[in-house]
């Protein structure tokens, strides 16, 4: 048995094809897919939604951007769901490959890294086996592609760029945390917070410089923004430093979605003699092409100028225009539109934060307890929320 599929599904998906050819191996495949997942029943159905969820097709991008598909490309998506409804309810493809897989219970507990992803599938697979006819199937993926959106985005929510390249590749969260998991620093949050809402709600942001000592939950607030907006089609893509050549490529690519992305820079400064630091100004603010609304960037920092500036760089020396080269090293920073500065906490502040975790993770913040926390960040490294952190997780080890 073979099918072709031209808009909704790709012909070239080798399982899909093994499955629809009768190759026993394949059972093993879906089994694998299955127990990743979590899925429950008939796993063929569920690796049908999964193919349709990850298709970048021109039908699900145009349902993704809010837009009504072309008459020409909705009877081209029609075809292919007519071949889809009769082969996602047509039962001897499980029975040919193995007649387990038609009664599959997946008996180990939810892999916490994919569980989100296990659901979105199942219950696309709800969605889909409601459907009475190729019309009301290929209305069940509309409705997926405008709620949830197409491709690897529907899945994920973070993504880091691919050595040498500009493709992402999802990164797989576990337990995401949330501003209120973060003790203290109100100002900063909700600045953070208020900037992000704007932007997912197509209102406008602007790009944010977080800085400040190193522990104190920089990129903790950045990270919290995925549970924060949930639903609401936030992505963020995490580039190191020397990926920031294909910047613009990879901005080309996803300025046409129907996400709001933030390009994530941790941990970013500069020595003198690095030029990275040019192709960045060019993305802020400054080439021909404006920003697209739906890209931002965040960036921590452990330095309020990213750029490292020497006391040669203030003398006249072999620089005629010794201010100019100055200047230059501080415009990076002046083009974000908003900066946090994340303090380290005083020892009341430091304590506070020991306190909230303590209580979070079941133990009694007593006195004892603060006294072992002042002598853990004296010899870790001074107060933080890190610090904290740390010395609550050796804590738990003890008892």
């Known amino acids: 048995m073979t099918a072709e599929f031209y808009i909704l599904a790709l012909s070239g998906d080798k399982l899909l094809e093994d499955c629809l050819a009768g190759e026993r191996r394949a059972a093993g495949?879906?089994?694998?897919?299955?127990?990743?997942?979590?899925?429950?029943?008939?796993?063929?159905?569920?690796?049908?939604?999964?193919?349709l969820i990850c298709e970048e097709n021109p039908y699900a991008l145009q349902c993704e951007r809010g837009e009504a598909p072309r008459r020409s490309l909705r009877e081209a998506a029609l075809k292919d769901a007519e071949k889809?409804?009769?082969?996602?309810?047509?039962?001897?493809?499980?029975?040919?490959?193995?007649?387990e897989l038609a009664c599959w219970k997946?008996?180990?507990?939810?892999?916490?890294?994919?569980?989100?992803?296990?659901?979105?599938?199942?219950?696309?697979?709800?969605?889909?086996?409601?459907?009475?006819?190729?019309?009301?199937?290929l209305?069940?993926?509309?409705?997926?592609?405008?709620?949830?959106?197409?491709?690897?985005?529907?899945?994920?929510?973070?993504?880091?760029?691919?050595?040498?390249?500009?493709?992402?590749?999802?990164?797989?969260?576990?337990?995401?945390k949330r501003m209120s998991d973060l003790v203290?620093?109100?100002?900063?949050?909700?600045?953070?917070?208020?900037?992000?809402?704007?932007f997912v709600e197509g209102k406008g942001g602007v790009n944010v410089l977080l800085y400040g000592d190193g522990g104190t939950g920089k990129t903790t607030s950045v990270k919290a923004l995925l549970s924060e907006f949930a639903g609401k089609r936030l992505k963020i893509i995490e580039i190191y430093k020397h990926q920031f050549k294909y910047l613009n490529n990879l901005i080309s690519r996803i300025k046409h979605r129907g996400y709001k992305y933030i390009l994530f820079l941790d941990d970013l400064s500069f020595e003198d003699s690095e030029v990275e630091y040019k192709y960045?100004?060019?993305?802020?603010?400054?080439?021909?092409?404006?920003?697209?609304?739906?890209?931002?960037?965040?960036?921590?920092?452990?330095?309020?100028?990213?750029?490292?500036?020497?006391?040669?760089?203030?003398?006249?020396?072999?620089?005629?225009?010794?201010g100019d080269t100055v200047e230059e090293k501080l415009s990076l920073v002046k083009r974000f539109g908003l900066t946090l500065y994340?303090?380290?906490?005083?020892?009341?502040?430091?304590?506070?934060?020991?306190?909230?975790?303590?209580?979070?993770?079941?133990?009694?913040?007593d006195a004892e307890l603060e006294s072992a926390a002042l002598v853990w960040q004296r010899r870790e490294g001074g107060m933080s929320g890190r610090t904290a952190e740390q010395f609550l997780i050796s804590e738990k080890r003890k008892g």
């Open 139 to 176: 209305r069940a993926c509309r409705r997926h592609y405008i709620a949830r959106g197409a491709g690897a985005c529907a899945l994920n929510h973070a993504f880091r760029l691919k050595e040498n390249s500009d493709e992402t590749e999802p990164i797989i969260l576990g337990e995401m």
């Open 342 to 365: 994340y303090p380290s906490p005083n020892q009341k502040e430091y304590l506070n934060i020991v306190r909230s975790l303590a209580e979070r993770e079941g133990i009694t913040p």
């Open 29 to 51: 495949e879906l089994i694998s897919f299955a127990s990743r997942y979590n899925l429950q029943g008939d796993i063929f159905k569920a690796y049908l939604a999964y193919l």
């Open 84 to 99: 889809l409804f009769a082969l996602f309810n047509d039962p001897s493809v499980c029975a040919r490959l193995l007649p």
């Open 280 to 322: 960045l100004k060019t993305i802020i603010e400054g080439g021909l092409e404006p920003r697209p609304d739906n890209v931002l960037i965040y960036a921590t920092s452990n330095r309020r100028h990213l750029i490292r500036e020497s006391w040669k760089d203030r003398e006249e020396s072999d620089d005629i225009h010794a």
């Open 106 to 137: 997946c008996e180990a507990a939810a892999d916490k890294y994919f569980a989100e992803a296990g659901e979105v599938i199942a219950n696309f697979v709800k969605a889909l086996s409601k459907a009475k006819d190729p019309e009301e199937f």
């Open 184 to 198: 203290g620093l109100e100002a900063q949050k909700r600045a953070l917070l208020d900037n992000t809402r704007a």
